[in-house]
């Protein structure tokens, strides 16, 4: 927490107590969260139909405005809590969204988060009436990015309000390129997790097949592994022994 500096100098006192904000435009601040999941091979987003106007009932990232007495990352916790029931998930700051047009109300200023979330706490909001996550479309390869589109249950394009096709754009794109070198793709697991889970969520993040046995060994000499001692259950196949996530290296 950073402290409060109170000023010593008469001049800056005089100053702050005389100090109109009025004699300059005023922003609105708002915060914009893309929140994330992988499942059958594809990305998801959790996706909220907007309320009231504008874009009254298109569809749109979880978002509000940030409270005077709040940090941005409290306010993204708390838009993400009050539109989606989602609580202490991992949750980092992805860019700043300013074109002077994203919004017809007025000139809003938007802090774009990701949150990563496992498909089972997304299974678990849809059976309490909260969001249901959507599939997304990637049109571009690698990390050359631009806006991403969704899909409904049909399969066909839905459109996206204010600039939240590029903001779903800039997250994917976001953890493309730190997938190698951040460990954020066990965000995407439950606690318990096998290898080929592990790597399934590195193929759909990076929409590109992995070689199986290179894969595991770069994952097991990381150091971010631990074996649990336990197996797979209730799986069709040889049951798989299954790790846990060290955090050794920061996220």
């Known amino acids: 927490m950073t402290a409060n500096i109170t000023p010593t100098d008469p001049g800056e006192k005089t100053l702050l107590e ?5 004699r300059f435009p005023r922003h609105s601040l708002a915060v914009d969260v893309a929140a994330l999941s992988t499942f ?11 309320q009231s106007h504008p874009f009254r009932e298109i569809m749109a990232l979880p978002g509000g405005f940030i409270g005077l007495d709040e940090s941005l990352g409290q306010a993204a916790a708390r838009i993400l809590d009050r539109e989606t029931g989602l609580k202490n998930v ?3 700051q992805l860019y700043t969204f300013g074109d002077p047009g994203r919004d017809p109300r007025t000139r809003i200023i938007a802090v774009a988060y990701y949150a990563l979330i496992d498909w089972e706490r997304m299974q678990h909001l849809k059976s309490q009436g909260h969001p249901m996550p959507l599939r997304l479309s990637v049109p571009w390869a690698g990390v050359s990015g631009g806006p991403v589109q969704i899909l409904d249950q049909e399969g066909n394009l839905l459109p996206l309000a204010f600039d939240h096709a590029e903001i779903l754009g800039m997250a994917v794109k976001r953890i493309r390129g730190k997938l190698d070198y951040v460990p ?9 997790f096998s290898l080929r889970q ?10 590109q097949k992995l070689n199986k046995d290179s894969f595991r060994r770069r994952m097991l000499a990381s150091g971010l592994l631990k ?3 336990e197996l797979e259950e209730d799986v069709d196949h040889r049951p798989a022994e299954l790790y846990r996530f060290t955090r050794k290296s920061a996220i």
């Open 184 to 192: 954020i793709g066990f965000q995407l697991l439950p606690s318990c």
């Open 18 to 22: 005389r100090y109109n904000p009025d």
């Open 90 to 92: 991992f949750l980092e």
């Open 198 to 207: 592990l790597q399934e969520v590195h193929e759909t993040i990076l929409n």
């Open 40 to 50: 059958d091979g594809d990305l998801w987003a959790l996706i909220i139909q907007r």
């Open 227 to 229: 074996a649990t001692g």
